[in-house]
C-alpha cells in the first residue's frame, strides 16, 4: 500500500502526519512520536503545518470570549494526557458536493454546527495554521472555557490541539473524502486522554458520551446544510492503550474546569 510521511516537531514530541492511498481515496491519520527532532527533509506541504509553539498566546478575540484557560498554556497531544488512550471516528455520507467544497462549508461555518449549548469563537482569519480559536460552554453538566489551536490545514482536512487544562489532551482531524462510491464522506477522528484524573472519571461517567453526542450533531448538521435529508452518522471507537499515566497526574493543577468554577478565567 503506498504512503508518504510529513512531519512538524510540536512541544512534546513529533507530529507525524501519514497519506495512505488506496484506490480511489486518501486517508489522512495524524500521530505523535516521543522523538522531538526535526524531519531531515522539509515537506512540500510545510506551508499547511502552524510554526512550532511553547505556550498559547491569544490575540484579540470576540466579547465573551474568555482567555485565561488558553494564554499561556502549553499545547498538549495524547503524548501529555493522564488517562487511557482512546480512537473515536465519526462519519458522515454527503453525496452531491465534494470533498474540496465540503471542508470549505466547514471551515466557514465550524461554529454554526456546533449544539446551542457551547460556543466556537472562530479566529478572525479563519480556520488557518496557527490560529487560536476559544471554546465556551458545557460538558454535560459542567461549564468550562478553553480553546483549540489549528495545526495543519489544507483543502481536503485540518487538525488542532488542545491547551493544557482542556478536557483532553488530544489530537482532532477533520477530513473529508470520497469513499469507493465517489461519494464524500466528511469525517472527525479524535486520538485523545483524558487530561488529569477529573477528567478521566469524568470521560468514564459522562464527557464520553457528551463528546460522542457533539461530533454526531456537527456532523448532522453539516449534513444537512449540504442537502442530506436524514443523515446518519457512523461512530466507531477503538480502545489504544488501558494505562493510565500517573506520571501525568500533576495536570490537575491546570484543569479548566476548577479555574472556571473558581471564578479564574477572564474575559477579554
Not at 139 to 165: F, H, L, N, Q
Not at 210 to 235: C, F, M, N, S
Request: glycine share 10%; charged share 25%; net charge neutral.
Amino acid at each position: 500500500m503506498p504512503f508518504v510521511n510529513s512531519a512538524s516537531t510540536f512541544p512534546g514530541g513529533l507530529l507525524m502526519r501519514r497519506v495512505v492511498t488506496i484506490p480511489g481515496r486518501a486517508c489522512v491519520l495524524l500521530f505523535i512520536t516521543g522523538e522531538r527532532r526535526r524531519p531531515m527533509t522539509e515537506s512540500k506541504d510545510a506551508q499547511n503545518w502552524a510554526d512550532p509553539i511553547e505556550a498559547f498566546h491569544v490575540g484579540k478575540v470576540p466579547e465573551g470570549a474568555g482567555t485565561r484557560n488558553v494564554e499561556g498554556r502549553r499545547p498538549v497531544g495524547p503524548l501529555q494526557g493522564f488517562g487511557q488512550l482512546w480512537q473515536k471516528t465519526y462519519e458522515v455520507s454527503v453525496p452531491g458536493t465534494t470533498p474540496e467544497e465540503l471542508i470549505a462549508t466547514w471551515k466557514e461555518r465550524f461554529a454554526e454546527f456546533w449544539p446551542s449549548s457551547n460556543r466556537f469563537y472562530a479566529p478572525a482569519a479563519g480556520i488557518q495554521p496557527g490560529e487560536i480559536a476559544i471554546i465556551g460552554g458545557q460538558t454535560g453538566p459542567i461549564k468550562i472555557s478553553t480553546g483549540v489551536r489549528v495545526i495543519y490545514a489544507d483543502e481536503r482536512s485540518w487538525a488542532y490541539m488542545m491547551p493544557e487544562g482542556h478536557p483532553f489532551s488530544a489530537i482532532i482531524t477533520f477530513s473529508a473524502h470520497e469513499d469507493e462510491d465517489a461519494v464524500t464522506v466528511a469525517r472527525v477522528d479524535a486520538m485523545l486522554r483524558a487530561s488529569d484524573p477529573i477528567f478521566e472519571l469524568g470521560f468514564r461517567i459522562f464527557i464520553s458520551r457528551q463528546e460522542d453526542k457533539i461530533w454526531a450533531y456537527t456532523l448532522a448538521r453539516l449534513a444537512e446544510h449540504l442537502g442530506v435529508g436524514d443523515p446518519h452518522v457512523i461512530k466507531n471507537v477503538v480502545l489504544v492503550d488501558r494505562r493510565r499515566q500517573w506520571n501525568e497526574f500533576g495536570n490537575i493543577w491546570k484543569n479548566s474546569v476548577i479555574g472556571t468554577l473558581l471564578g479564574r478565567d477572564r474575559r477579554s
